[in-house]
């Protein structure tokens, strides 16, 4: 079933393992002269980034400079962003755009000036600096440059091929700290393949998917950050996952993201008619529906927990139909699917997990603390979105952080071919192959749509928007109980790719409770009743894992 002993790895100069925006930079900008393998688990498609909505900020407009932007940013994560990683993220966004441009990605354009870019503004930043192709931003990016990327000689595609683990010096019983690949199971076949690179990059996005309720598709299941954490990397500022606002609620829509433009065009939040129908966020914070996210987020929470409320309401029927039709298609069209017609009625919306603030510990070149392991995207922390992101700052870091990967690769190579040039270069050591000898098929798959299921909830009641002490010692104890079943698991039967998700949420899920119980005070997206203050000084949570 599995390959042969002995049989040879699947060599490539780049290994990337993600198909979202940071991946697919990434392998675009690596792929001239060099052999590069793409591993995505479900279709190239499948991932966050074609579901964003909003758009990517970068300073073009007249009147907006840097400093505003980075302000903005720095405001948004209360005090806990690194400034180097904003500042670079910043000063690289106007040049990220002008590159999507190029390959032709269809960005609106201003009505009343033809050729300049349109620009919306969103919660948190104080202009209009949101570049986005009308209410779908990331499915145009994606589209663009799956295209482009099908079309690329050296580039090689692994679909429904899922992340195992990475194969680092550890495993090979080697001294050193360096990452040699990857094992990855075919979803097709049931076959776990051994990938070889000398450089593999994590771009895997986010783990909303450990929640009940989230915006991110089924994919985001935190699959590089617990693979990166068992291959002895750190981990920082877990506990601050971001719950978007408004999310569409009706028993037929799933996951479906009403974009925080909506209220960056004027859209108001209202009470249900039987709670008042009343505006409520102008109590709440003096920037109304403009606050950044996670103050939205807690108010939201704040009235439905006050008043027994399954939902508010999101009204933006003030604007014309043509307005609407022009700027939110999509939202537009999905809503009238389900018999909402947001012309003329406001719409449901919940809260719900959106993204992962916190990840692998890396620098502005993607490098983690294994050699030859990058990780971009949402998969990293690079320090940006400190404790709150900002929106529209995640997909143009995707740009910026996969350029600087792939700058740094050409840096690495360039010295490696310097050194070989010298003398002998060092061989690559040999792989071994997935060894499943000692394993058989599953007899109980209920066992992981149970264990699933009771994850995913109790990380929403007890790991939610406002958190205690108490409730993350129920969260903590509940995983250490998962941890061994899954573990037991794992050891005994064949590979699966519910195995694998289940087996990295409750890793992730173990690195978010961790982090917040180490945060002893409320700072942007962590909110814990038993510490309501800031504390003096802003510090990451850096979690080490044992192996390190």
């Known amino acids: ?30 792929a001239p002269g060099r052999r590069v393998a793409v ?17 990517m900020a970068a300073v073009l407009a007249e009147g907006d400079t840097l400093a505003q932007h980075i302000s903005d940013t720095l405001i948004a994560g209360a005090g806990l962003c690194d400034p180097a990683a904003v500042r670079a993220v910043v000063e690289g966004a106007p040049e990220a755009i002008a590159w999507l441009r190029t390959l032709g990605v269809p960005f609106s354009e201003d009505t009343d000036r033809p050729g300049e870019l349109h620009l919306t503004r969103e919660g948190g930043h104080s202009q209009r600096r949101i570049v986005h192709a009308t209410d779908a931003t990331g499915a145009a990016v994606q589209k663009t440059l799956i295209k482009r990327v099908r079309g690329t000689p050296g580039i090689t595609l692994f679909e429904h091929h899922m992340l195992v683990d990475l194969i680092t010096d550890h495993q090979l019983h080697r001294p050193g700290n360096r990452c040699h690949g990857a094992y990855a199971l075919d979803a097709g076949t049931g076959a776990v393949s051994t990938f070889s690179a000398r450089h593999t990059l994590l771009a895997t996005g986010g783990a909303g998917k450990v929640y009940l309720y989230s915006t991110n598709p089924d994919t985001a299941t935190g699959d590089g950050i617990a693979a990166a954490w068992r291959a002895g ?10 719950f978007h ?24 939040l209202l009470l249900p008619p039987e709670a008042g129908g009343t505006r409520f966020m102008p109590a709440h914070d003096e920037r109304a529906e403009l606050a950044p996210r996670d103050v939205v987020a807690r108010a939201i929470d704040f009235e439905m927990k006050k008043h027994g409320l399954d939902c508010v309401y999101l009204d933006i029927s003030h604007q014309s139909p043509a307005f609407l039709r022009e700027h939110f298609p999509n939202i537009l069209q999905r809503c009238a699917e389900l018999g909402i017609d947001i012309t003329q009625e406001p719409i449901p919306v919940v809260p719900a997990a959106h993204y992962t603030c916190g990840g692998v510990l890396s620098d502005l070149a993607g490098r983690t603390d294994a050699s030859g392991l990058y990780a971009i995207g949402e998969t990293a922390c690079t320090g940006l979105h400190g404790a709150n992101r900002l929106a529209s700052n995640s997909l143009v870091e995707c740009v910026v952080l996969a350029r600087a990967a792939a700058q740094s690769i050409d840096a690495q190579d360039t010295a490696e071919a310097a050194t070989a040039a010298a003398g002998d270069p060092a061989a690559p050591p040999p792989l071994p192959a997935w060894d499943d000898s000692r394993v058989s098929d599953a007899d109980e798959a209920v066992v992981i749509s149970h264990n699933w299921d009771e994850l995913r909830r109790f990380m929403w009641d007890y790991v939610g928007i406002v958190r205690t002490n108490k409730r993350l010692e129920r969260a903590a104890h509940r995983i ?64 080490v894992p044992p192996a390190a």
């Open 1 to 30: 079933m599995n390959q042969l002993p002995g049989a040879p790895a699947l060599d490539f100069d780049v290994l990337i393992i993600g198909s979202g925006l940071a991946g697919l930079t990434a392998a675009l900008l690596l």
């Open 39 to 55: 591993l995505t688990k479900r279709e190239l498609s499948d991932g966050s980034s074609g579901w964003a909505q909003g758009g």
């Open 233 to 242: 990397c750190r981990v920082s500022n877990m506990e601050f996952i971001q």
């Open 245 to 268: 606002p408004t999310c569409l609620y009706h028993p037929h829509a799933k996951s479906f993201l009403i974009s925080e433009a909506v209220r960056g065009e004027g859209g108001q």
């Open 480 to 543: 250490t109980l998962l941890q061994g079943e899954i573990q037991e698991f794992y050891a005994r039967f064949h590979v699966s790719r519910d195995l694998l998700e289940l087996r990295n949420l409750v890793q992730v899920a173990d690195l978010i409770v961790r982090s917040a119980q180490n945060r002893h005070e409320s700072r942007g997206l962590h909110f814990s009743r038993d510490y309501p203050a800031l504390a003096a000084q802003a510090l990451p949570t850096v979690l």
